[in-house]
């Protein structure tokens, strides 16, 4: 365990006091359990993608969430309006690169993305995080690929990233990594459950989002709701290997909303 | 307990005899368990946009509901031709003027709407149903927001908006209220979790529309469907405050679709 | 029960040794489940339908599945491109033509895809697929119309259809009819339930499309398909009719997750 723990629960605790609005341009398969989960932790989710409405909806925000699942042109204008005024408010912006490696549409749009938004944290699976460095490795679908990286390969990957775009970097798998190109927090939870049910990747967006709408240590923020979201999956199993998706998905969504400071207690988080 | 009781099964009963087809023009968010609900209670749902056939889809519909959930300007061009043609054909036509108070064109947009098109119902939360009536009040993302108005300033709000617009009005609440400017009926049922998971507001648009697809009694049905829902929502926590989410979602769709006149007993419902 | 279920099975572990991924180009109502349906068979689902991308995300996937639930003049577009491309590259397309009957555009969308691209399946109920083979019948919103015709009539339909477009034909309904224009299936599997949930016809479209992914054999990967959802269904009920539609669909998701060989035996399957 990490000696900020004490820290971590903070941020649940403010999570339900301040009720953080998180304001996702997202995309329409997921949308639906995202705003369930930031309910779920005590936040308050907000969908809207109209350029005519953007920078309005945002300035209300805590968070930015820029989600590309199904990404088209005009949701891309949206999130640089949005993202611009998140910047000059100060509201932090996550970005979850969905699928990036899948098509070179994708590649340009985020990049697109990264060169007039400043973000504060980018989440994505190992092949999405390297594409976003530059390393172009082609994504079955939207899904992780395997990769061929060491664990060692993947911290310096993910150290670089986010230094290059002084941010947090969250790179997700079987040992998730957090880092802000200094510090490097891993995190074993979780359950292979939790890739066998769709957006579980797109609500660690959202629980990100909304731990980065009551702080400013987005790198704590990332790890706790890397935290969360793997607990959970172990809490929703609850040791049953053989638990099916449609009663998995259930308790999942019970788990996190019951997610409470003594569920930290089941973290295996490691520095370094 | 309220004299047309009986008046209110008969809905129930007639909803399950001639299924009505509600056409919803909404949003990508809610739209699975709006579509859900209406067969949950016995109608047929169907969700279309295209301009191209808009027209076509409204004149099988018995109701036509307009969420402005995801507004864009291409959706209100089609709320506006489906609403003027379920006007001709005395469709009824309910508004759920999502997040109205979020931002200037939702303001804008709702304001058109309801220059070109008659509608029968409007639903909203205390901060929508301001915004339509010209006091601005910012929302807070699509969520209702605290508010300062007395219960007597609500009704009085309500009651100038139904006669406004000469339609039925509901504000939900802790204490919802349905008036058509005359008769006020206010209803104590429900149960903060209701609040807790995303889309129970568009659901009770969803419900409101199903109900007037089958009389033309829209008061009564637009509190039939406030009952439903509330007496639903106490039925899913069935006295288990700590319920969590994604179980308690599963047992509300339970109970709307078990729901029969029987429950009915459970409302809380007052004249005044 | 037919000879050929040794083929069954092979499909079925086919599925989660190949992985198939499923490209959607669907509706935002149940695009949600028809992911998660892909992912509980061991498939993986794509969702996309930007023009820019829909070339290259098409030549990853091992289907192509066309479903015009919630249809725009520009994801028809697409659609055609991506059918297109798809044909090159032998990759089968698998058109689901909701709510065919309910708007002339619809119907017209519907004619010019299969004008430019080659379909390897067509599922339907029998008013959709009734409209595609230009037999105008109005459907009401999404939903089956009830129909006049004889199941022989049915059959004859079906045959034609596949014949004029060189293709398996699924029309759905209390009896399940598959047809490749010679050979005929039956099946007799279900539970009226299914119908009570939004979405089931367009995840079978989905289980049709992923078992298409792993064999050449589209008559029996439709078949297969079909099975599966009906036998699903009769497990999710577990023989109380009365169950409410959140536990049920719970409860699918369940089945269709851990569907196996040995639930193949309770097929009621006939040929001819």
Redesign the interface.
């Known amino acids: 365990m990490i000696k900020e723990l004490y820290k971590l629960d903070n941020i649940l605790l403010e999570i339900k006091k301040q009720k953080p609005?998180v304001?996702h341009i997202t995309?329409?398969?997921?949308?639906?359990?995202c705003?369930?989960i930031v309910?779920?932790l005590g936040g308050?989710?907000?969908?809207?993608?109209?350029i005519?409405?953007i920078e309005?909806?945002v300035s209300?925000?805590s968070a930015l969430l820029l989600n590309l699942?199904?990404?088209?042109?005009k949701a891309v204008q949206s999130m640089i309006i949005a993202g611009k005024k998140a910047n000059i408010l100060n509201i932090p912006v996550i970005m979850d690169p969905v699928?990036v490696g899948?098509?070179?549409?994708?590649r340009k749009m985020v990049e697109k993305i990264l060169k007039e938004v400043k973000v504060s944290v980018i989440k994505g699976n190992l092949t999405e995080i390297k594409n976003i460095y530059g390393l172009k490795e082609?994504g079955?679908?939207?899904?992780s690929a395997n990769s061929n990286f060491s664990y060692e390969e993947k911290v310096e990957l993910a150290k670089r990233l986010a230094i290059k775009f002084t941010c947090v970097v969250v790179v997700t798998g079987e040992i998730d990594i957090i880092t802000d190109g200094k510090k490097i927090y891993k995190v074993k939870n979780g359950t292979p459950k939790l890739t066998?049910?769709?957006?579980t990747g797109c609500m660690i967006g959202s629980i990100i989002s909304t731990c980065c709408g009551v702080t400013n240590d987005y790198l704590l923020a990332s790890t706790l709701a890397i935290l969360i979201m793997g607990i959970s999956g172990e809490k929703a199993c609850n040791g049953r290997d053989?638990i099916?998706?449609?009663?998995f998905?259930?308790?999942?969504?019970?788990?996190i909303?019951?997610f409470s400071k003594e569920d930290l207690a089941r973290g295996r988080i490691y520095e370094g």
């Open positions: 609005l304001h995309n329409y398969v997921t949308a639906n359990d705003a369930n309910l779920a308050s989710p907000v969908m809207a993608e109209s005519e409405e309005e909806i209300e925000a699942g199904t990404l088209t042109e699928g899948a098509s070179e549409f994708r082609k079955k679908g939207v899904d066998q049910i769709t957006g053989g099916d998706i449609g009663t998905k259930v308790k999942l969504f019970d788990a909303n019951n």
